[in-house]
């Protein structure tokens, strides 16, 4: 005849205790976008999109997963299945980040860019699935490109903007205006300092031997002015997820 086994009263409280110390899943941060939100491959810096630094930003409990990739577009990370990737990893209370236009303007690309209408109907599909699996989507507008014209800084995106901040009123997503405030970032610092922000860098850089002008790509210096802007409009609109930034 078997004994009936008990576990010991101790053993009990020890579970007990063991349990309670379980640690709650990390709050992740998703963020889908262009090359300008993307890491870089170690042979591309000083390059650095502004979702690296970003995700420095967040206290240890918070996990930030940047899925942005260099040349997509939402056509491009819907065929691709990155968005598919990120859909599926979703779970209540993340958020999910997203910012693209770069490269949907780019119309004579067929299998990236998309019309206005494409556009607006992609950005809805990412918010609706990503309310679907409880997450919060935040839209962003994309940065600006450092393009003067006559010492003033001129627009290059278009109705693209607008058609973001459409879609953000219409589905009541919050909104982060990129394109307006690196706009009046680039204003403010002016044609000539505004190139410090950018991938700038004379001939003999070992990842640029020839050097390179570019002023859609950001360096680690413009990576942290962007981030900045994004940190603090989740502070002055009052996101929640403003409170899991470090101090």
Same mark, same amino acid.
Request: net charge negative.
């Given at each position: 005849?078997?004994?009936?086994?008990?576990?010991?009263?101790?053993?009990?409280?020890?579970?007990?205790?063991?349990?309670?110390?379980?640690?709650?899943?990390?709050?992740?941060?998703?963020?889908?976008?262009?090359?300008?939100?993307?890491?870089?491959?170690?042979?591309?810096?000083?390059?650095?999109?502004?979702?690296?630094?970003?995700?420095?930003?967040?206290?240890?409990?918070?996990?930030?997963?940047?899925?942005?990739?260099?040349?997509?577009?939402?056509?491009?990370?819907?065929?691709?299945?990155?968005?598919?990737?990120?859909?599926?990893?979703?779970?209540?209370?993340?958020?999910?980040?997203?910012?693209?236009?770069?490269?949907?303007?780019?119309?004579?690309?067929?299998?990236?860019?998309?019309?206005?209408?494409?556009?607006?109907?992609?950005?809805?599909?990412?918010?609706?699935?990503?309310?679907?699996?409880?997450?919060?989507?935040?839209?962003?507008?994309?940065?600006?490109?450092?393009?003067?014209?006559?010492?003033?800084?001129?627009?290059?995106?278009?109705?693209?903007?607008?058609?973001?901040?459409?879609?953000?009123?219409?589905? &009541?997503?919050?909104?982060? $205006? =990129?394109? %307006? @405030?690196?706009?009046? +970032?680039?204003?403010? /610092?002016? !044609?000539?300092?505004?190139?410090?922000?950018?991938?700038?860098?004379?001939?003999?850089?070992?990842?640029?031997?020839?050097?390179?002008?570019?002023?859609?790509?950001?360096?680690?210096?413009?990576?942290?002015?962007?981030? &900045?802007?994004?940190?603090? $409009? =989740?502070? %002055? @609109?009052?996101?929640? +997820?403003?409170?899991? /930034?470090? !101090?």
């Amino acid at each position: 005849m078997n004994t009936p086994k008990f576990i010991p009263f101790g053993g009990i409280l020890l579970l007990a205790l063991l349990c309670s110390f379980i640690p709650e899943s990390k709050k992740t941060v998703w963020m889908i976008g262009d090359s300008t939100m993307a890491i870089k491959a170690p042979e591309k810096f000083p390059e650095t999109g502004w979702g690296v630094a970003f995700a420095e930003m967040f206290r240890s409990d918070v996990n930030v997963i940047n899925k942005a990739k260099n040349g997509r577009s939402t056509k491009s990370c819907i065929r691709e299945g990155i968005w598919k990737e990120v859909s599926d990893g979703l779970r209540q209370g993340d958020y999910v980040f997203i910012q693209f236009g770069h490269n949907d303007e780019k119309v004579h690309k067929p299998n990236t860019g998309t019309t206005v209408e494409e556009y607006n109907a992609n950005l809805s599909l990412f918010v609706t699935e990503a309310r679907s699996k409880g997450a919060e989507p935040v839209l962003l507008t994309p940065i600006a490109r450092r393009a003067f014209e006559g010492g003033k800084l001129v627009d290059t995106h278009g109705a693209y903007p607008d058609a973001v901040r459409r879609v953000a009123d219409s589905l &009541h997503v919050p909104l982060i $205006d =990129l394109t %307006q @405030q690196t706009s009046e +970032l680039f204003t403010e /610092l002016g !044609e000539e300092k505004s190139a410090s922000l950018f991938l700038h860098l004379p001939e003999g850089h070992i990842n640029y031997p020839k050097g390179v002008i570019d002023n859609t790509h950001l360096n680690e210096r413009g990576a942290e002015a962007v981030a &900045h802007l994004v940190a603090l $409009d =989740l502070k %002055q @609109q009052r996101i929640p +997820l403003a409170k899991d /930034l470090k !101090e």
